[in-house]
């Protein structure tokens, strides 16, 4: 099958960063899926990954966190799914990626696919909506439907990006919470308000003024995206309480966690493999979520977050698209499709 493979860890703008590559086809484990991979999407962990990929097994890494495609073949013990059948799944980060004509996934981490996309658009989706999902629904235990009364208020900061353009939605249209979204330029906070944002303040400046400005005085939850470390105290600021506050990214200097000892708040974090990664007894609950997600899609509900598709799934491609996440200005999702 062909493949595109990191010979060695180098800089993007290195063009032997990637290579392209014939590998031997895999063979599915007793729960696994054999899927004929047609898109996938470059999040920014592939870019931490491809400055850290060792050879595994005698040869180079493949990576790849996001992928949608067709079932080729199942293991002997998969019940969820069947050959035939359309999936879009983020995977296992202790595994190859998705960078390859063929991969291997854990039935129970896989969804079927929204029925009303094509595969470039469902490979945007999986990895930003389980982290934006569990964020809301398992760490910050925000009331899925019914909704809260009263209602209550979600500050996403970084809310153009992959994961905070799936946390807008999910807590704008199906939490039914009163979003408010952080952006730094008029097309990033544009593309909030379009994804449901009630309100978009710029992280560039003070948060704490900026969502004051808007009359709020505190907010209920916090999904931290981005610069943990310089948002977290405004954010704790912010903070009503019992509140809580998610961060998706480490910190990259001390926060102090116990300011928000007074207002009883709770602190979380979210991976996104934590469950494949650990083998949870409960990591079938992707599989559940994503098929959630797709429902949501096909209902109109949720919307595809692909903003930039590209062609064909290569070496120099997947340059180009790594290049571009690096710069850490993305709207949405940037999906490549097909093999040359
Ligand atoms: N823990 C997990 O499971 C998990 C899962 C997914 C991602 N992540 C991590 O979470 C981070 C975000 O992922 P992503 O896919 O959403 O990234 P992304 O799509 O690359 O995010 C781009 C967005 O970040 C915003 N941004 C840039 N600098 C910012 C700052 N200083 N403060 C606030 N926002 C800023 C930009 O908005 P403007 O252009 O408007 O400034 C842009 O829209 C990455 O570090 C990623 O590795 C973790």
Known sequence: MKAVVVPRPLPVTDPGCFADAELDDPAPGPRDLLVAVEAVSVNPLDCKQRLVASRVAGRARVLG??????????????TLFAPGDRVYYAGDVRRDGCNSQLHLVDERIAGRMPASLDFAA??????????????????????????????????????????????IQLGAKVA???????????????????????????????????????GRRQVDHVLITNDAARHFGACAQLLAPQGGICSIIRADAPVDVSALMGKSCS?????????????????????????????????????????????????????????QVE????????VLSGWA
């Open 176 to 214: 039914g919470l009163d979003v408010i979204a952080t952006a730094s330029r008029p097309a990033s906070a544009a593309w909030c308000r379009e994804l449901g944002a009630a309100a978009v303040v710029d992280h560039a400046g003070d948060l704490v003024a900026a969502v004051r400005g808007l």
């Open 122 to 167: 469902a490979a945007a989706l999986p990895l930003t909506a389980i982290t934006a999902w569990e964020s809301l629904f398992d760490r910050l235990r925000v009331a899925a439907p019914p909704r809260a009364q009263p209602r209550k208020s979600l500050l996403v900061v970084g809310g153009a990006g992959g994961v905070g353009s799936i946390a």
């Open 327 to 334: 710069a850490g200005r993305s709207i949405g999702k940037i």
């Open 267 to 323: 602190v979380s974090w979210e991976f996104m493999f934590t469950r494949p990664a650990n083998d949870t007894a409960d990591m079938v609950e992707q599989h559940h979520l994503l098929n959630e997600v797709a429902r949501l899609v096909d209902q109109g509900i949720v919307r595809a977050t692909a903003t930039d598709v590209r062609a064909p799934i290569s070496a120099a491609t997947l340059r180009a698209a790594h290049a």
């Open 65 to 78: 966190y996001d992928a949608a495609g067709t079932v080729r073949a199942v293991g002997a013990a998969v």
